[in-house]
T-cell receptor
Framework: GAVVSQHPSRVICKSGTSVKIECRSLDFQATTMFWYRQFPKQSLMLMATSNEGSKATYEQGVEKDKFLINHASLTLSTLTVTSAHPEDSSFYIC????????????????FGPGTRLTVL | AQKITQTQPGMFVQEKEAVTLDCTYDTSDPSYGLFWYKQPSSGEMIFLIYQGSYDQQNATEGRYSLNFQKARKSANLVISASQLGDSAMYFCAMIPGGISGGSNYKLTFGKGTLLTVNP
């Protein structure tokens, strides 16, 4: 099956520093990658959608200057939390979507294992 | 706009019994897809089952089945013969377009149901 990896799985940083999270599709090319944020005991909230080689589309209320997304290739997207603060502490999950043909097209979305960010 | 409603914040079930997790949805799109995901305490999102709006039969995947009632706009997940390892958060999600949707179509998630399987 398709595998999406995220690195790091956990990160603790000091307030004011920047943190980069990588999302890779290991055995397929992702047409689109998505970044989600999840607070404890809550649902996933979509932050942004990115396509390779183009600017990310951010959801309403998400600061694009704070959450920088780069989608440099069909297998790699990065999320950089700039000048992180304690309120940015959360679980960040990426997903990668591919179009897979099997008598038709099926939008299949694969999730990474998530990155737990703690800002002190 | 799409909306997913999961009205059960928490559910309890005895091991080996069946359990139904509720999900209702709202959409104006004639074509859509419905998903169920499992999220254990480790945080990973595990795909369980998919139902397309035009699928004639209810989807089944092993112990998971989706009770799709289109007129009622419900897509309940049924887990048969519950196991201790089924204890997790379960999310219902929807995507417009479903099988023929464009690559930028976004998943809308419900708030989730925390399932606890008791021994």
């Amino acid at each position: 099956g398709a595998v999406v990896s995220q690195h790091p799985s956990r990160v603790i940083c000091k307030s004011g520093t920047s943190v980069k999270i990588e999302c890779r599709s290991l055995d397929f090319q992702a047409t689109t990658m998505f970044w989600y944020r999840q607070f404890p005991k809550q649902s996933l909230m979509l932050m942004a959608t990115s396509n390779e080689g183009s600017k990310a589309t951010y959801e309403q209320g998400v600061e694009k200057d704070k959450f920088l997304i780069n989608h440099a290739s069909l297998t790699l997207s990065t999320l950089t939390v700039t000048s992180a603060h304690p309120e940015d502490s959360s679980f960040y999950i990426c997903s990668a979507r591919t179009l897979r043909g099997s008598g038709g097209y099926y939008n299949e979305q694969f999730f990474g294992p998530g990155t737990r960010l703690t800002v002190l | 706009a799409q909306k997913i409603t999961q009205t059960q914040p928490g559910m309890f079930v005895q091991e080996k019994e069946a359990v139904t997790l509720d999900c209702t949805y709202d959409t104006s799109d004639p074509s859509y897809g419905l998903f169920w995901y499992k999220q254990p305490s480790s945080g990973e999102m595990i795909f369980l089952i998919y139902q397309g709006s035009y699928d004639q039969q209810n989807a089944t995947e092993g112990r998971y089945s989706l009770n799709f009632q289109k007129a009622r706009k419900s897509a309940n997940l049924v887990i048969s013969a519950s196991q201790l390892g089924d204890s997790a958060m379960y999310f219902c999600a929807m995507i417009p377009g479903g099988i023929s949707g464009g690559s930028n179509y976004k998943l809308t998630f419900g708030k989730g149901t925390l399932l606890t399987v008791n021994p």
